[in-house]
């Protein structure tokens, strides 16, 4: 009998893992959440009329009991998509639809990747050992870890089913453990805690606003990143972009609310030109130990810059002093909210690079991926259109129900639904005929920038051998400066030109300008004009 029972409830605890949150909540104790609002002002106004205002503080929190008897017991929070998914099934199962040709693993630095000449062009830097194409947002946690460069091969998939079925981190990832890295030849190991808030959720109530240190925060910028991916086991979730308490658009990202309140509002360019605008609301919870910017509309332009974004989510120098910036400096997590062309006046500004050119010694800026910047003031962002609209097209589910698709789709494969409401007269093989002329273009440029640039680093290996005064070769590393954003940044910007067609090639245009004007002063030093008889 006593081992029956056993059985049973085992059965019974598996069965109650099987039941979707939602309906777990249901059988949770009951709380009067009269009693949380005492002490969650802040929540209450929030919650007050919202869609969600008619949930029980319970649907998400557990150990509700002993958090009310004792504050210092902290309740728990489930932040599982799928807890968001039991409700909103459409847009949980397309997040993570597989879209089987957006390749995994595919380096932007091969020879037929986004940048073949990039680990040339960025020697020196951690991303020289794996820097890949994205994928989808499913996959965005696990490719971070299993990249060469962030633990040194530390971290891989259990099989080759991890490549193409999501699943919880710790479900499809081995850790190898610190005794089984790759040779630092051809792996590094560049992960830090900043570049994770990004990529997940799940340290959203364990990491102080910024990431500073604080006896409350279990996290911080200074944490051991090899512990603290221990604790994530889902990528960014619904909770980035929509909060749970207002049922409204938000904002969640600490550097990109620090960047609204430094530059004055969610627009610093195009704002008075009819460009997408949106008004955000600095809510503070517990004395500023976090906060989130909630939206007075939904505005996925500045949802998805979240991490969209050109941001440093790193440690470096400062390029005058050459002074060591160190992660526990706020520097280390920081959104410009600048375009490419007043980039490299803004870190000059902050005091901040990220690594020197291992040939040149220029002191370079390492972009991520600026979409954000890069759409602001093109023509379809003064036209109103969001990035939503484009990558997240409205979908019919089997009874017929329109929803928005959450698996955030390339236009370029979807040009139907992307493009052909706002263009009716234009056929779809018309419309991505015109996206290709684009980025044809701007790819050719970015050739272009890269061959520049290339020639400017190899004719400083020359100058430099020849004994050209120092004077010149600071000269010729400060276009390479210029040169180097002005080129990278549409390595790291996923649209290959076509979210602001006219930024791409005055920046590219710059850079080859830059890169050759280095070039020339190198040459002229070396070969002097023969003074006339």
């Known amino acids: 009998m006593k081992r029956t029972g056993l059985v049973i409830w085992g059965c019974l605890l598996v069965c109650l893992a099987l039941l979707p949150a939602a309906a777990f909540a249901k059988v949770a104790a009951k709380v009067d959440k009269q009693e949380c609002f005492a002490c969650h002002e802040e929540v209450k106004e929030l919650h007050a009329g919202s869609k969600h205002a008619k949930l029980a503080c319970e649907t998400c929190h557990s150990d509700m009991a002993a958090h009310l008897k004792d504050s210092a017991t902290k309740p728990g929070t489930n932040l599982e998509l799928s807890l968001c998914g039991s409700c909103h099934k459409d847009q949980y199962e397309s997040f993570y639809r597989v879209n089987f040709d957006a390749q995994a693993r595919k380096e932007k630095g091969g020879p037929t990747g986004r940048s073949p000449q990039q680990d040339k062009l960025i020697a020196g830097h951690g991303f020289t050992k794996e820097h890949n194409e994205p994928r989808a947002h499913a996959f965005m946690v696990v490719d971070q870890f299993v990249v060469d460069r962030f633990a040194k091969g530390r971290y891989q998939f259990t099989d080759m089913f991890g490549y193409t079925r999501p699943g919880k981190t710790w479900d499809v990832l081995v850790d190898n453990g610190p005794d089984n890295l790759y040779p630092g030849d051809v792996s590094a190991a560049a992960g830090n805690p900043v570049c994770l808030q990004c990529k997940t959720s799940d340290l959203t109530l364990k990491w102080k606003y910024m990431g500073d240190k604080d006896p409350a925060a279990k996290w911080d910028r200074t944490s051991d990143v090899n512990a603290l991916i221990k604790d994530v086991n889902n990528p960014v979730g619904c909770i980035q972009c929509h909060d749970p308490h207002a049922a409204k658009p938000r904002i969640a990202r600490d550097a990109l609310i620090d960047a609204v309140e430094r530059e004055g509002g969610a627009r610093p360019y195009d704002a008075d030109k009819g460009a997408s605008r949106v ?227 005055e920046s590219l245009f710059d850079a080859i300008i830059a890169a050759n004007k280095g070039t020339k002063l190198l040459n002229d030093a070396m070969n002097p004009p023969v003074a006339a008889k």
């Open 279 to 505: 008004n955000v609301k600095v809510v503070s919870f517990r004395d500023g130990f976090r906060k989130i910017g909630l939206l007075d509309k939904p505005n996925s332009t500045l949802q998805c810059g979240q991490c969209h974004v050109e941001y440093n989510c790193n440690g470096g120098f400062e390029p005058e002093s050459g002074d060591k910036v160190a992660m526990a400096d706020r520097r280390a997590n920081h959104f410009p909210l600048k375009n490419a062309l007043d980039l490299l006046e803004h870190y000059d500004q902050l005091k901040f690079r990220d690594f020197k050119h291992a040939v040149t010694g220029a002191r370079l800026v390492k972009l991520q991926h600026p979409e954000m910047e890069t759409y602001w003031g093109s023509v379809h962002d003064k036209a109103g259109v969001t990035c939503a609209d484009c990558h997240m097209p409205k979908e019919k589910n089997k009874a017929g129900k329109v929803f928005t698709s959450h698996q955030v789709v390339r236009p370029k494969d979807h040009i139907k639904e992307s493009c052909l409401g706002c263009h009716p007269d234009s056929s779809a093989k018309e419309k991505l005929y015109q996206l290709q002329a684009v980025q044809n273009y701007t790819r050719g440029k970015m050739r272009e920038s890269e061959d520049a640039i290339s020639k400017l680093i190899d004719t400083y290996v020359k100058a430099k051998e020849k004994g050209v005064s120092e004077e010149v070769l600071s000269a010729a590393r400060k276009q390479h400066e210029i040169a180097h954003v002005l080129w990278e940044w549409w390595t790291a910007e996923n649209s290959d030109g076509w979210h602001n067609p006219k930024l791409a090639q």
